[in-house]
């Protein structure tokens, strides 16, 4: 029992890394803040994006989307961090995690949003079309109230 | 003329679905479509506001071509109020909210001044005490009075109604129709697709009968109903009936 305490209960050393594990905290409150406001927006770029439906984007589009939700986000975040510096391309360890999570989180907020266009039946575009909304305004309106997300 | 439909022909594939329509609608006009399904009926009306976009053809709107490259579609789009068979309402608004949406968005009217004109929408379409009922809060005849009233609050220069009784139980009907009749007797321009041959009888002022993707026939409702040329027109009178 003592070298239980020992290992795991050691006050001692909890205070002397307490204020490292707070500032790590205060880190990855921030980092996925920046995460989420990153993700999300890009995924709703994207799945209006999408909605125009021009052949060449969409391709590019799943393509990129299916990998990115595929792939471990540790892989793409080291991937990032110590591959790219190989390819000439240096970021900060803070920078390429950010960019890596947002990366997925935008995959994953995308097919999110593109469910939600895909839910509107055909017929509520139609009857926002003609009363004269726009391409834009029925598409950005509708899905994200009606996504998972915006609900 | 409001609607002035030349030639207009449309093709989905290789299925040819309007084989050359002209069409001219004269202001105060209520014109009534008629026909076999498959004949094109639904498809005329949606080429009117490039729901669907027409092969080739014209298709002038108060003069304008809205066919040209480059044409202004959204601004022709709340000059031509369009009624579904399906209602089509947004589920997530009130009555009031479906009405003033596009006031809002399209023609940048205040919150306040479109509640207004949203008001009296539904006031004319005898639903003024149902601003804050939702959609499956309401019946289809209400459901479909709240599109009209959508339609109407853009103050277009004509209605297109598609089918608008069709998915309403038969009590519901006469609700929409009444709608429909003071509708026309304030002066508003119609294009009905319908099947309620009683109310083209006494309302429509021009009846025409669309098969295969032409114009069969067209006249006036006694002459179409009473003594019709073609046999196919008598058939399908016939065959509605029961």
Redesign the interface.
């Known amino acids: 029992m003592g070298r239980f305490a020992d290992t795991f209960l050691n006050w001692a050393v909890m205070a002397q890394y307490a204020p490292r594990i707070l500032e790590g905290t205060w880190v990855t409150i921030r980092l996925a803040l920046a995460v989420a406001i990153a993700g999300i927006a890009c995924g709703l770029f994207l799945s209006v994006l999408r909605a125009f439906r021009f052949r060449a984007i969409n391709v590019f589009i799943v393509f990129a989307v299916d990998v990115l939700r595929a792939l471990p986000p540790l892989v793409i975040i080291i991937a990032f961090y110590f591959a790219l510096p190989a390819l000439g391309v240096r970021m900060s360890a803070w920078v390429s995690t950010w960019l890596a999570l947002s990366l997925v989180l935008m995959a994953f907020s995308e097919e999110i949003f593109w469910a939600g266009i895909l839910a509107v039946p055909r017929g509520q575009w139609e009857a926002a079309r003609s009363t004269g909304l726009s391409f834009l305004q029925t598409r950005c309106g509708s899905p994200f109230r009606r996504s998972p997300i915006g609900r | 003329m409001i609607l002035d439909v030349a030639a207009l022909h449309k093709a989905f594939g290789r299925l040819e679905v309007l084989k050359g329509i002209d069409l001219r609608v004269k202001p105060g006009e209520l014109v009534f479509v008629i026909g076999p399904s498959g004949a094109g009926k639904s498809t005329l009306l949606r080429c009117c506001?490039r729901?669907e976009e027409p092969t080739s053809g014209s298709i002038k709107v108060e003069g304008v071509d809205i066919l040209t490259p480059g044409v202004d579609i959204?601004?022709i789009?709340?000059r031509?109020?369009?009624v579904?068979q399906?209602?089509?309402?947004?589920p997530?608004l009130d009555a009031l909210g479906n009405v003033t949406?596009?006031l809002q968005?399209?023609l940048k009217k205040s919150r306040s001044e479109a509640k207004d004109i949203g008001a009296a929408a539904l006031q004319r379409v005898g639903l003024g005490e149902k601003e804050k009922a939702y959609p499956n809060e309401l019946s289809g005849g209400q459901q479909q009075r709240v599109?009209i009233a959508?339609?109407l609050a853009?103050e277009p220069a004509i209605l297109m109604f598609d089918e608008p009784t069709s998915a309403l139980d038969p009590e519901l009907v006469g609700s929409v129709l009444n709608v429909m009749r003071e509708l026309r007797e304030s002066g508003m321009t119609m294009v009905v697709v319908s099947h309620e041959m009683r109310f083209a009888r006494s309302a429509a002022d021009r009846v025409l009968f669309m098969d295969q993707g032409r114009i069969l026939e067209e006249g006036a409702p006694q002459k179409i109903f009473n003594s019709p040329e073609h046999q196919r027109v008598r058939e399908f009178l016939v065959s509605i009936e029961r």
Not at chain 2, 86 to 90: A, E, K, M, T
Request: proline residues 0%; positive net charge.
């Open positions: 506001n729901l959204n601004a789009r709340r031509i109020g369009m579904f399906s209602f089509n309402l947004y997530h949406l596009a968005r399209v599109a959508r339609a853009l």
